[in-house]
């Protein structure tokens, strides 16, 4: 893969770096527009053309728990809290309308083909699709798997969602270290695909651009892509040294970005799982956003080493050289001169 510098890694440094004193939980897109979700229960609108923010407003208190998942349908705002409380905002209304999708929820996504239908799920809150133009009731609500070897009750704990482009199928990870595939269009309700990774619960996923495998991350920093077909393990991605927080796949480049507790923003390549570029943040990290603009190609990265090779000339040059032998045998000369004074001495004390 050749060096690149992407613009949508540059729009989400600068987000970070200028919001860092308030917790990034939540963001989506909307061409040069990204929103931002608040612990303390605002949305925040950031222009990625003039670098500040745009717009400000109250969609939420911390009573009803930190947000969950953030979407815009046409000209409204979808907004999804921790409690089960999603609210659809209407631009110029105070009216909004209002859904119980259950609590404990961990995320709320939408359907990128379909911007009506959005998933939910959480912890002991199976995953649901909801239909925003018939709010009254979901259209599909996953049923548990059966019961494990022990017989026991296998919990419900959904913890990111995601929709397979040019099907129905959701895939859904969770704190269990599951990885799930439902189809809302078969009478099916439970999962026709299951597969497991790690022994660590998986907090994030995404889906690269050929749709036929998924990248989850853990809380203990390990990444793995996943087959969806025959549900084995494709590979595994290393490096990270905290818990993973937010995966992004490109939409059209076999590109991976990650980031976590370790505060570094990672981005990979998908075909040799090689390292591509790493940035530290100074803030532990909660979400990552990639642009569906193409990364351009660039000499950027080349002329930064150049640079810094130059400045490192310049030092070494600047520095004055220390004169240490010189000194090691001053000292060493000091002992010798001292014991041949001692034999002229024992020399006179014997003629006497």
């Known amino acids: 893969v050749a060096e690149f510098s992407a613009l949508c890694i540059i729009e989400c440094v600068s987000v970070l770096l200028n919001f860092q004193l308030s917790a990034l939980l939540s963001v989506c897109v909307c061409v040069t527009q990204v929103l931002i979700g608040c612990l303390n229960g605002r949305v925040k609108t950031f222009s990625t053309e003039k670098g500040i923010f745009t717009e400000s407003r109250e969609c939420g208190d911390l009573s009803q728990g930190r947000f969950t998942g953030l979407a815009v349908m046409d000209s409204s705002l979808i907004t999804c809290v921790e409690s089960g409380l999603l609210k659809v905002w209407n631009e110029g209304s105070s009216n909004t309308a209002e859904i119980n999708v259950g609590t404990g929820v961990c995320r709320m996504r939408q359907n990128p083909s379909q911007r009506h239908h959005v998933a939910t799920g959480g912890k002991e809150n199976p995953l649901k699709l909801w239909d925003l133009q018939r709010p009254d009731k979901s259209i599909f609500t996953a049923k548990n798997v059966a019961n494990d070897w022990l017989d026991l009750r296998v919990p419900v704990w959904v913890r990111d969602i995601a929709f397979i482009q040019d099907s129905n199928k959701i895939v859904t990870c969770t704190g269990h270290h599951q990885v799930r595939v439902y189809d809302p269009s078969s009478p099916q309700r439970r999962p026709v ?25 853990n809380t203990h920093g390990q990444l793995a892509i996943l087959d969806l077909r025959k549900g ?62 193409d990364l351009e190609v660039t000499g950027e990265v080349e002329e930064v080493k150049a640079e810094e090779e130059e400045d490192e000339d310049e030092v070494w040059d600047s520095m004055e050289m220390v004169k240490e032998h010189q000194g090691k045998r001053a000292t060493c000369e000091e002992p010798s001169e001292a014991s041949g004074n001692r034999v002229k001495r024992k020399r006179k004390v014997a003629k006497q």
């Open 193 to 217: 695909l299951e597969t497991q990774y790690g022994e660590y619960p998986l907090t994030t996923l995404s889906l690269p651009a050929d749709q036929a495998s998924v990248v989850v991350g």
């Open 232 to 293: 084995l393990v494709r590979g595994c991605i290393k490096g990270l040294a905290g818990g993973v927080r937010g995966l992004q796949c490109h939409p059209s480049l076999p590109v991976l970005a990650s980031c976590g507790l370790d505060r570094f923003l990672r981005v990979h390549s998908l075909k040799d799982r090689t390292l591509q570029h790493k940035v530290y943040m100074k803030s532990r990290l909660n979400c990552v956003l990639l642009s569906s603009r």
